[in-house]
């Protein structure tokens, strides 16, 4: 067998990795859910073992604290560079099942998409990286023509919390110069797309009180400070009447888009109507001087994500309440860091504590520097390379509103830039009832794989 | 017997009246706590039977949807005027227990103190009434001098929801001119008091909407409206920085105080420093330009009783939350309308709704007409004659910055005024820990009921 022979053996075995993929997709390997922990393992397990039959000399469950992940390599010439591929094999909840059309664990195909919960998030690309490492190797006389090595996740969609104790705990597993992550998605059916950069994520919580003690709203209401009332001003002065953030220095690091960049953004561009008529609004929201992709993909933000203080029940209760809490996160673009931006907040947060109240500012874990690919880059050009060859287009070049911190863990840890590599589409039902995965893009994902390691051994 | 002999009995029957309130304290009244439904009735069946032996003619359980009342009228001239004797005989939860130097349902008495969950609200209180009434009925040959008419309630504690209901059943029996709700409290240890003046109340909520659903805040919360920022926008619009709320023509049929109400107000001054102290607040707040004082008793509030939306639990969620939901009460002054206050509130959170955002403003049940009693009021005066005889001292009038709402259901149903006339003291632990009632204010009061209706025959 020959090095162009493995498009010919994807093609013949269609088939049977659809049915693989069905078969992994009736797992229901809910992280979040204490009652399938055994699930989640016996996902692994079954990883695991498909990795064996690709060919992969070094499989290995990597316990953790909660969930396992599934680590492997194949070393081919330790003088050479490793690319690590990564993703996960959990999934998140199906619920409301009352919404979906098929039963999210009993996959069912129809119009040519796959629909079950982790069929685009993420067990379809997962699979397009074993099946087209062990189509390449097969046909390279048995081992893939580059080092490779391998980390599937079972803790994703619980926010990975224990990714960088289990990569320190494997380093000599996983060691690698390049991430490619199959957690990821394309621009749109019939175009691929390539992403360039992550956001950044700053989270903390402010927790105000006034008096000792709650108080009756007829006694003192008139006279001491409320806290929910004082969190409300305090909050209000987060941004201004243009929607830009009002802390002091919060913009200071921000590195302007440039008119490439603008030019960049401006090929992502949405139909606004529509995009107000989906999400069922009236008029959008963000900093005045920019376009709603400009600000998604460009511009720093400070989201307040939740609130509560005093009585949240039914009917009335006339109490002065005396504690309120307020949870923000900051999406940061470069150059802007986390620790900065919550002590800019927490400066802030103090200077605007109505008066007779105190204020703490309680940073939290999971924080995330943004991130920019680097493009001068050997994988990232493959991998576009590739993915115009495929689609016969360019890939759009984008940038998320998102952040992943297993990127800025790679980079950390293992000093490793990361490419975005997946198939998934927009409007797929990540998260959502009736998930769906098209079949195409899961066939051709693994046709996909198979250049980049054929490109990569250049 | 005559007429005077009746206090000679009532200082007889000192530990014979101490020894009943104990018996009365050691049942658990709890009115909100489903488990005790139960012992609430029994409560209702034991001062029932308490009635009786006081020679009281007319005595029922009234029921209602849930605890019942007890209902009584000694009627001995049908041509004369009535007064109605009001109290409650349920009490509040006596959590947290282990705050309780002695046990909550077992009466303790220390250095003149008894000490029980419902001695000073109102066990004792209650009781004065039918002691006293019972002393001059049979100093007066079997009957008092005048129509008397009693209602007791088991629901006072979760807000009287069937009280209203339970009058308009039982109107025969407590029809009355006067009220003299038992319920109340003294300026000091030794200083009398008389209410003037409740404030009323309405009480609504906001439910704030943004996008159809909860959105990731990567993706979006740069361009669509976040319901808890929204939320908080609004919020903060009810008041100016020195305390004034700014909804329109919520101050436009405010009676301002008169030199005479202020002269009154300033009699009950309190030590601001030690106030705060208490509180453990370094500085109070409220409308500018009015006294601590003078804005309790006197000055109308808008008060956030409770605020909530998006993630409130552990750690970080990155969501743009499309809800959020606000509780508001205000404390009204004469001649301010719950249902007018509603309406203004309403206009002003519709005209500051943030763009893309829908609001609702959603009347709470349970609203109250501010109540000032009427001074040229035959029981009123008496009552003021009386206090100042036993105490020796002119009483204080006094204003409440709460809602009775039962006193507005007097006047609505009944069209009678109410007098206060309760002997628990300030700091007595209403609804707190350790709660207590002065054995000499218990002996005093039922003198002091004696004496109102002595000073009512004339």
Redesign the interface.
């Known amino acids: 067998m020959t090095m162009t022979d493995w498009k010919d053996d994807l093609k013949a075995q269609e088939q049977a990795h659809v049915d693989e993929l069905l078969e992994l997709l009736r797992k229901p390997s809910v992280s979040t859910d204490p009652t399938r922990k055994d699930v989640v393992s016996e996902t692994a397990a079954w990883v695991k073992a498909r990795l064996e039959k690709a060919g992969v000399p070094v499989v290995k469950i990597a316990d953790s604290a909660l969930h396992p992940s599934v680590v492997g390599r194949w070393e081919v010439d330790p003088a050479q560079p490793t690319v690590l591929f990564y993703g996960h094999f959990d999934v998140q909840p199906a619920e409301p099942l009352e919404l979906w059309e098929t039963p999210p664990f009993e996959p069912t195909i129809r119009d040519g998409r796959i629909y079950a919960r982790g069929s685009s998030d993420m067990k379809g690309s997962l699979l397009t990286v074993i099946q087209g490492v062990e189509a390449v190797a097969k046909a390279n006389g048995g081992q893939p023509p580059i080092n490779v090595a391998f980390i599937f996740e079972g803790e994703e969609e619980i926010?990975s919390p224990n990714f960088r104790q289990i990569i320190l705990d494997n380093l000599d597993i996983v060691k690698a110069d390049t991430v490619v992550s199959a957690d990821g998605s394309q621009f749109g059916p019939d175009t691929p797309s390539l992403n360039v950069a992550w956001?950044g994520?700053a989270?903390l919580q402010v927790n105000l009180k006034?008096?000792?003690?709650d108080?009756?709203?007829?006694?003192?209401?008139?006279?001491?400070?409320?806290a929910?009332?004082?969190?409300?001003?305090l909050?209000?002065t987060?941004?201004d009447a243009d929607g830009r953030v009002q802390v002091e220095g919060f913009y200071d690091s921000v590195i302007d888009l440039t008119e490439d960049d603008k030019a960049e953004i401006a090929q992502t561009a949405f139909d606004e109507e529509q995009f107000k008529q989906d999400?069922?609004?009236?008029?959008?929201?963000?900093?005045k001087g920019w376009t709603?992709q400009q600000?998604?993909y460009g511009?720093p933000?400070l989201?307040?994500?939740?609130?509560?203080?005093?009585?949240?029940g039914e009917?009335?209760?006339?109490?002065?309440?005396n504690e309120?809490?307020l949870?923000i996160?900051c999406?940061l673009v470069k150059d802007q860091h986390p620790g900065e931006i919550v002590e800019l907040i927490r400066t802030h947060v103090e200077k605007h504590a109505?008066?007779?109240t105190t204020v703490e500012v309680v940073p939290?874990?999971?924080s995330a520097d943004p991130y920019v690919v680097d493009r001068d880059n050997e994988v990232y050009r493959a991998a576009g390379k590739v993915l115009a060859e495929l689609h016969g287009t360019e890939p759009v070049l984008v940038r998320?509103?998102?952040?992943i911190p297993a990127t800025a863990i790679f980079k950390d840890v293992l000093h490793a830039d990361t490419v975005s590599y997946g198939w998934a589409q927009p409007g797929s039902g990540a998260h959502a009832p009736n998930e769906w995965y098209r079949t195409e893009d899961y066939l051709r994902g693994r046709v996909a794989v198979g250049r980049l390691l054929e490109e990569l051994a250049r």
């Open positions: 926010g956001k994520l989270g006034g008096a000792n003690s108080l009756h709203s007829g006694g003192y209401g008139s006279t001491v400070p409320n929910v009332q004082a969190l409300v001003q909050a209000a987060f941004h999400l069922g609004l009236t008029a959008l929201w963000g900093e709603p600000r998604i511009r933000t989201d307040l994500n939740g609130i509560w203080g005093g009585f949240q009917g009335v209760k006339t109490v002065t309440p309120a809490h949870k996160t999406r109505p008066a007779g939290a874990a999971g998320s509103g998102g952040t």
